[in-house]
């Protein structure tokens, strides 16, 4: 694939269906126009979550604390395909067990500097048993945290997290590893 190629994401129309593609570094603004992304929840082997928290230097919500990581698929890329490629690249690490947590995630939301959030964004569990070592540029901080605490931040502090993320958690409910 040519750089140009791996720069673009996947726009979508309404209903989810691809209508054509737009530059990465350029679709999130303050008329973000729907797109393909993913979200992945990280698991370690005692089942602890990763929580990262976002570089300084984000375009949206930087240093916010949020699921693990996140990424968009590029044109024609299986969206399983692009958490492996995002988590060796953004974590340093392998996963393995990626699996769909929730398929038909959308949401839109708009962060203090006016930029908006407009994705059609699968969300993922995955696994792995490496310590991440997070590109400074994606992740300012990170930590393994026990769900159920992660959800009683959910509930009570919300405004602490990414929107994303606390949508995702209380749409997982029961059965999750956060109820």
């Given amino acids: 694939m040519t750089a140009v190629t791996e720069d673009l994401v996947v726009l979508l129309d309404d209903d989810g269906a691809p209508v054509g593609t737009h530059a990465r570094a350029d679709v999130h603004g303050t008329s973000t126009p729907l797109h393909l992304a993913f979200s992945c929840h990280l ?22 604390w949020t699921n693990s990581f996140c990424g968009h698929p ?7 395909d ?8 953004e ?8 699996r769909p947590a929730l398929p038909d995630f959308r949401y839109r939301a708009v962060d203090a500097g006016g930029v908006v959030e407009n994705e059609v964004c699968p969300v993922f ?14 992740v300012a901080e990170h930590v393994w945290a026990d769900p159920a605490d992660v959800a009683l ?8 997290l990414s929107p994303w993320f606390v949508e995702q958690v209380d749409q997982l409910g029961a059965g999750s590893p956060y109820a």
């Fill in 125 to 138: 569990f995955a696994s792995t048993d490496q310590e991440p070592a997070p590109r400074p540029d994606e």
């Fill in 153 to 160: 931040v959910v509930r009570r502090a919300p405004w602490t």
């Fill in 43 to 64: 698991f370690d082997r005692a089942g602890r979550l990763l929580m990262t928290r976002r570089a300084l230097a984000k375009r949206t919500w930087p240093g916010v």
């Fill in 82 to 89: 692009a958490v492996h490629r995002y988590a060796a690249h």
């Fill in 91 to 98: 974590l340093g690490i392998a996963v393995v067990d990626v």
């Fill in 74 to 80: 590029r044109p024609g890329e299986d969206p399983v």
